[in-house]
């Protein structure tokens, strides 16, 4: 094994921390020896439990905000459907059907800077028509996070708060301009203070370098975020970034890799963008991550659940629910 994979392994199994020059040494070096160096750390300190969590386009398009990947501002033309609310049969159709896979966790998002009161009341009711009917757990990402809000989606039962970072602050200014880096941390920050958990991490492949998704990492890890999800850029017609290259599987599953050595003790889940990498994407979870988002997702299409459980669970992962 590559001598700097090996060095940095050992000390973080045994309970240290690697530091970021360690980090961008590992990026550079035998990038198979990292991905089974971080498998191995993954299996130390999660085991073999795997997380899936699934969500749910509550509101859909006319976001305001300009950022360059997303095909739900109002600012790109991406012939997207759009809706101010999902239909209460619609969302415990998909509820019940993720129940019945074992899926732990499920999200409504909305799009948009953050809730009017209008929607705000209208999440809290399908959030409790969602834990009438099935035994996951709540979620919700719906932009930034007033203190009134936060209470709100509390008290309707949501005990995880979803916010990414998408880039590390360095790099966010090139990817969004009408919000903040520091406005997602303060909202992060608020939800946590509220009494719920945190999911948050970013977008790879939206022309950053290794050293930003590396920067990302340990901004993560400042924060203390346990859920973090990696998303791979689908370069959707009709935004900014809809000329990318995708990134190569090596790419992804080093990032995968550096984000375990990173934050070994997290739910390192993937995201929107893996169905890209067809069944390759599944060597992801022999690189370091350990959680899936399951099903579609906003607004490209994902691998069926079942094809995720039978390919999951054919790498030695199990599925048991969390305790809330």
Excluded at 52 to 65: V, W
Excluded at 218 to 244: D, H, M
Excluded at 297 to 320: K, N, V
Aim: proline share 3%.
């Amino acid at each position: 094994m590559d001598t700097t994979v090996q060095q940095a392994r050992d000390a973080i199994l045994a309970g240290g921390r690697i530091d970021r020059p360690t980090a961008l040494r590992l990026s550079d070096g035998n990038r198979e020896d990292l991905w089974r160096a971080a498998d191995e750390i993954r299996r130390h300190f999660c085991g073999d439990r795997f997380d899936l969590c699934s969500i749910i386009n509550a509101r859909s398009g006319n976001c305001t905000e300009n950022c360059r990947f997303c095909a739900q501002s109002a600012r790109h033309r991406t012939g997207i459907e759009s809706y101010e609310a999902v239909a209460e049969a619609e969302v415990l159709i998909q509820a019940k059907d993720n129940d019945d896979h074992g899926v732990h966790r499920i999200s409504l998002v909305t799009s948009g800077r953050s809730l009017s009161p209008d929607t705000l009341a209208e999440l809290t009711r399908l959030f409790g028509q969602i834990a009438e009917s099935s035994s996951m757990l709540l979620c919700a990402s719906a932009g930034f996070l007033t203190e009134e809000i936060a209470a709100g989606l509390y008290a309707a039962g949501v005990r995880r708060y979803h916010c990414n970072l998408e880039a590390s602050r360095n790099y966010f200014p090139q990817v969004c301009t009408t919000h903040t880096w520091a406005e997602k941390v303060e909202t992060l920050r608020l939800a946590r203070r509220t009494g719920m958990s945190l999911c948050s991490g970013g977008i790879i492949g939206m022309g950053e370098a290794m050293e930003d998704r590396i920067d990302m990492a340990f901004e993560l890890r400042e924060l203390e975020v346990k859920s973090i999800p990696i998303n791979i850029l689908t370069a959707i017609p009709g935004t900014p970034l809809a000329e990318l290259t995708p990134l190569a599987l090596d790419e992804v599953l080093t990032t995968v890799a550096l984000f375990r050595c990173i934050n070994p003790d997290a739910v390192i889940r993937m995201a929107g963008g893996r169905q890209q990498l067809g069944r390759e994407q599944y060597r992801c979870f022999a690189a370091g991550a350990n959680g899936a988002i399951v099903g579609n997702y906003l607004t490209t299409t994902g691998s069926s659940i079942a094809e995720d459980l039978t390919r999951i669970s054919a790498l030695g992962f199990t599925f048991e629910r969390p305790t809330p």
